[in-house]
């Protein structure tokens, strides 16, 4: 697995290495200046980084797809199905993981002992970056299922609305609390949910949610019914 | 002998074809063509078995191995080339053939520099950059460096010009022939093949129903005329028959056995043809599964 870990991160190493910069620059910009003053505040940076790598993420899943026909040549490697599909997700994961870390040790100096809602959030966004990694794959390997243009069409519509409720949901939980607060503007929205966000229960449900996703996107890889694209 | 791979009762469904039930298979060292018109079955065939497709019922191994998405060990056994070439695209042919040398024990990077060097493939050009011929050259150059014991080849040269073809065929056949390795070569195209096959199988409507050693195809298929004023002419083993007046031309898959059968008759002026392999081909996939009756 760590073999193709490896190739998928060199062969797309300039847009592994923007989205680095750019989350680089967020942590820095975002991480200090932004929340060290506000510290007790809401959190913008974090959710910031969220945005922005689970946009990356999702972008580079989708990318990667309409692509080249990956999956087609992965699958002709004497590889188990495990090793190919977990191989599909593990470099984003390999980069959020980065991120986190960067994120650490940029707001280290300036707070030793992170505050828990900190790392609730982390949490919570952890699990987006999964969600984000997984889904596309999901619906991918779902749609090698497909028979006739009815199931397709059909499976199209259902893509179309769990995008957009998904969508709704995202803004719901950050662009109300993040973009616009820190650009000072629409300060009166808040979104009602976002505060679970930072809860053990939210972040326990969001992370968990992702994991399950991720661990769906392996089975559902394993019992697709063609690799030919 | 051991096989190379076997098909048992192996189904493919899609909403408008079936493929199967399959049960055949191929002993290591054999070069088996494949031969059908297109949308027969052959891609299919060879998707299932290289695992690109999953088969809906049946079993298939290779060398013994189950074809199991989890267990990839028979995988290490085969060469594949398809009809669609897939690489990292922007990558040049050294730094995808040093991906793939990865994941095979036997990967040789001489014999992939040596095979390059016959294919006079540019290895420093990128995938994305060859052109259809090259891409051809460089998946076989990647199918073939670690040696593999089966070398499926799913019609390898199409899309490509006929200049080029025949030098990637000439090249190919060469390096083929010295090896000792079970191939098989799905083609819709015979002269192909026909250098290289042990034996022909033929596949149309998503079935494999006839199939044969080469030698027997030459040896025993004939274009006959005969002259005879009957009309209750019944002869066994014959694919097809014409007739105008008293003339008779038959195509026959057991020449001997049509000889006797027209002596016993009493048929006159009766005239021998042999056959090319091209001609007995066209004559198996028009005459369906009569072939198999006679």
């Not at chain 2, 149309?204 to 129903?209: E, F, K, R, S």
Request: aromatic share 10%; net charge neutral.
């Amino acid at each position: 697995m760590w073999r193709l870990v490896k190739a998928d991160i060199q062969y797309n190493w300039p847009i592994f290495f923007i989205a680095g910069a750019l989350a680089l620059i967020l942590l820095i910009v975002i991480g200090i200046i932004m929340e060290w003053p506000d510290q007790d505040q809401d959190l913008p940076g974090t959710r910031l980084l969220l945005m922005a790598i689970a946009a990356f993420a999702f972008f580079v899943r989708i990318l990667r797809m309409m692509g080249e026909k990956r999956d087609r040549y992965h699958t002709l490697l004497p590889l188990s199905g495990t090793a190919i599909a977990l191989s599909r997700l593990v470099s984003v994961i390999c980069l959020w993981a980065a991120c986190v870390l960067l994120y650490w040790l940029t707001t280290l100096p300036i707070r030793p002992y992170p505050k828990e809602v900190i790392v609730f959030e982390m949490l919570a966004a952890s699990g987006f970056v999964l969600m984000a990694n997984a889904l596309p794959y999901i619906q991918s390997d779902i749609s090698t299922h497909l028979r006739n243009s009815f199931q397709r069409a059909l499976w199209m519509i259902v893509r179309t609305i769990a995008v957009g409720a998904g969508m709704v949901l995202f803004f719901t939980l950050n662009v109300t609390q993040t973009s616009w607060r820190i650009l000072r503007v629409f300060l009166p929205l808040k979104s009602q949910i976002s505060p679970y966000l930072g809860s053990l229960l939210g972040s326990g449900l969001f992370l968990l949610a992702g994991i399950v996703l991720t661990w769906l996107s392996v089975h559902f890889f394993k019992k697709r019914k063609a690799f030919v694209e | 002998m051991e096989k190379a791979f076997t098909y048992t009762n192996m189904i493919k469904t899609f909403p408008d074809f079936k493929l199967g039930p399959l049960n055949f298979d191929l002993e290591s060292g054999t070069v088996l063509g494949f031969v059908g018109p297109n949308g027969a079955g052959k891609t299919t065939t060879i998707h299932c078995l290289v695992g690109l497709l999953r088969a809906d019922s049946g079993e298939m191994t290779v060398f013994g191995r189950a074809n199991n998405l989890n267990k990839p060990e028979w995988k290490l056994d085969i060469g594949y080339v398809g009809e669609i070439h897939v690489f990292y695209e922007r990558w040049n042919g050294h730094q995808n053939l040093n991906f793939l040398s990865q994941f095979y024990p036997n990967w040789s990077k001489e014999r992939a520099s040596a095979l390059a060097r016959r294919f006079n493939l540019p290895l420093d050009k990128r995938a994305k950059d060859l052109s259809t011929g090259n891409r051809v050259k460089l998946s076989l150059v990647a199918a073939l460096a670690h040696s593999p014991r089966l070398l499926l080849l799913d019609e390898p040269t199409s899309g490509i010009d006929p200049v080029v073809r025949a030098e990637v065929l000439d090249v190919l056949f060469e390096i083929l022939e010295t090896g000792d390795r079970a191939i098989f070569y799905a083609t819709h195209v015979l002269p192909e093949i026909s250098r290289l096959a042990d034996e022909l199988a033929f596949i149309d409507h998503g079935q494999v129903w006839f199939r044969t050693p080469k030698e027997d195809l030459t040896e025993k298929w004939r274009k006959i005329y005969f002259t005879l004023a009957r009309d209750d002419v019944r002869l066994a083993a014959i694919v097809h028959h014409e007739r105008e007046g008293d003339r008779h031309q038959v195509v026959c898959s057991d020449c001997a056995s049509i000889l006797v059968q027209l002596k016993e008759l009493g048929a006159e002026n009766i005239q021998e043809n042999p056959m090319s392999i091209e001609e007995i081909a066209v004559q198996i996939l028009k005459g369906g599964r009569n072939v198999e009756a006679g």
